[in-house]
């Protein structure tokens, strides 16, 4: 809790000045569960809850998580399955808490680096790593797919043509030609480099 408050402290003094007042998220309220589970309930679902399984918006109430007072289940009267706000996505099963992935995923929106989001929340830096990485993959997972219309121009496209009229260059720079000495080439380099360690 205490590198969370301080991470608040260190964004309200320099974010401001990087980013409009209306982008900003007030960090304070991410460090409550309640309003974290709020903002994914909200970013999740902005037409009102619906099931997971089955798609249909005819859910009820049931009840709350035993470790997580604030996670909200839910019951699906279509498909009689049960669900929770962070079912079937890239915040389940973990055992940080949201408010930590909540704030790692605002840190990676300012381009703070690995290092930095885990100095700024306390953790270490391989936990991070796959924090990012997760969230990363969820986010592309949510982007629609790609798909290229009309006239696409590419710039700076290098083909390799293979050795037309040239073949003595294509073997100087290893090609087909020249691929049997490679090893001997690779050989010499390693010996010429430990040569000259016994040699100091």
């Keep these: 809790m205490m590198a969370e408050a301080r991470a608040a402290n260190r964004l309200a003094r320099g ?8 982008d900003l998220v007030n960090l304070s309220g991410l460090m409550d ?43 699906c009267k279509a498909c009689a399955g049960r669900f929770d706000d962070l079912t079937d996505t890239v915040l389940a099963g973990h055992h940080q808490p949201l408010r930590v992935w909540v ?26 790593q796959v924090m990012t990485e997760q969230l990363r993959r969820g986010l ?7 798909e290229l219309k009309g006239k696409v121009e590419i710039d700076e496209i290098y083909v390799v ?7 003595e260059e294509v073997a100087k720079r290893g090609g087909s030609d020249g691929a049997a000495g490679w090893q001997a080439r690779r050989a010499a380099a ?9 040699l100091a």
């Design 161 to 167: 043509a293979g050795h037309k009229g040239q073949p």
């Design 190 to 198: 390693r010996w010429r480099r430990t040569s000259r360690r016994s």
């Design 103 to 128: 704030l790692c995923l605002y840190f990676m929106g300012l381009n703070l680096s690995n290092r930095q989001i885990a100095g700024e929340l306390g953790l270490a830096v391989s936990d991070v």
């Design 140 to 146: 592309v997972a949510k982007m629609p797919a790609v």
């Design 15 to 22: 974010v401001s000045a990087i980013m409009a007042a209306s």
């Design 33 to 75: 569960d309640a309003k974290c589970f709020a903002l994914v309930r909200q970013h999740r679902w902005p037409e009102g809850v619906c099931c997971p399984g089955c798609g249909s918006s005819s859910v009820t109430r049931d009840g709350c998580d035993d470790t997580q007072p604030h996670r909200q289940r839910y019951r």
